[in-house]
């Protein structure tokens, strides 16, 4: 029975390592200069700290990898996030969008925060600062909501 | 009696002058009158108003049964939006119908002359954009 475990602890351990050389799709970090949000625009320091710890992590160039980032299969999971993130939304090439696309990401923003569908589920669960209360979630959709007019000014 | 009386000679102009107020509002310009009425700016036009008639308009207004759709647009209600959720509506109108979403496959299989033709399609979006760098420009 042992050596069954034994066993089988062994081939764990060598799919494991197996796992760690297969490619991926990693995700780096390429800012440009004068391209991201923060660096135009005058967010509230409150909401930008929100922003920054709920947000950025998927919708930025400048990701913080946590150590397990780059480990298999976690790995390909946070690339696949962050991809499909900067995709929907990257706060990093904010100024280079047409105004109509910013107004409606930002009413993207207020809706997703509102009805709870961001951040996503699996990131809370490492990220204790992405669980945002209720008035947080209000106040970033205060903030998308008037940033948008202000956008119009 | 006369106490009475008096009583009522102070309340009548107190009533009239209060009956005079509320029937000088006019509450149809109270509700047209906020800062997100766009009737004198925005105008749909007759070949895009078809387009939605055939192809949106069952599911996108306030009556709708789903509220699915109705939460996400609401084309019958447009000109009561602000102009900035106006140009993130027509950004929307945009990328949905070039993504091929609208109107839902299993919608069509119900109703397959509702669907967009590719011709439909390039219009709607070529509006959608037009109009919101309009309204942001």
Same mark, same amino acid.
């Given at each position: ?8 602890? !062994? ?14 799709? #990693? /995700? ?6 004068? /391209? ?12 930008? /700290? ?26 390909? $999971? ?10 929907? $939304?990257? !706060? ?6 047409? #105004?109509?696309? /910013? $107004?409606? $990401?930002?009413? =993207?923003?207020? =809706?997703?925060?509102? &009805? ?18 209720? &008035? ?12 948008? =007019?202000?956008?119009?000014? | @009696?006369? +106490?009475?009386?008096?009583? *009522?000679?102070?309340? *009548? ?14 509450? +149809? ?14 105008v749909i036009p007759d070949d895009i108003q078809g387009i939605f008639d055939k192809s949106c308009f069952g599911c996108h207004n306030v009556d709708s049964k789903s509220d699915k759709a109705r939460k996400k647009l609401l084309l019958d209600q447009l000109h009561d939006l602000s102009k900035a959720k106006l140009v993130a509506a027509l950004g929307d109108i945009k990328d949905i119908v070039g993504e091929g979403k @609208? ?6 299989? +119900? ?12 219009? *709607? ?13």
């Open positions: 029975m042992k050596k069954w475990r034994n066993t089988i602890a !062994f081939i764990a351990l060598i799919i494991f390592i197996i796992l760690q050389f297969i490619p991926y799709d #990693k /995700q780096m970090n390429r800012p440009v200069k004068g /391209q991201d949000l923060f660096e135009t625009a005058t967010i509230p320091e409150d909401i930008g /700290q929100l922003i920054k710890s709920a947000c950025y992590d998927c919708h930025s160039q400048f990701v913080r990898f946590p150590w397990y980032a780059n480990i298999a299969p976690v790995s390909w $999971l946070v690339a696949k996030d962050i991809r499909e993130g900067r995709e929907s $939304l990257d !706060f990093s090439v904010w100024n280079t969008l047409p #105004k109509r696309e /910013q $107004l409606k $990401l930002l009413d =993207e923003i207020a =809706e997703e925060v509102i &009805e709870g569908t961001m951040p996503i589920d699996i990131y809370k669960v490492m990220h204790l600062e992405a669980r945002l209360t209720d &008035e947080q979630r209000d106040s970033i959709v205060s903030w998308a909501d008037s940033f948008a =007019e202000d956008l119009l000014e | @009696m006369k +106490n009475h009386l008096n009583r *009522l000679f102070v309340l *009548l102009p107190v009533v009239a002058v209060f009956v005079i107020v509320l029937s000088s509002f006019d509450t +149809n310009s109270i509700t047209r009158s906020g800062p997100g009425n766009q009737e004198d700016t925005f @609208m109107p839902p496959d299993k919608f069509l299989e +119900n109703y397959p002359d509702k669907a967009l033709t590719p011709e439909e399609a390039d219009k *709607l979006k070529a509006w959608a954009e037009k109009t919101a760098d309009e309204l942001v420009n």
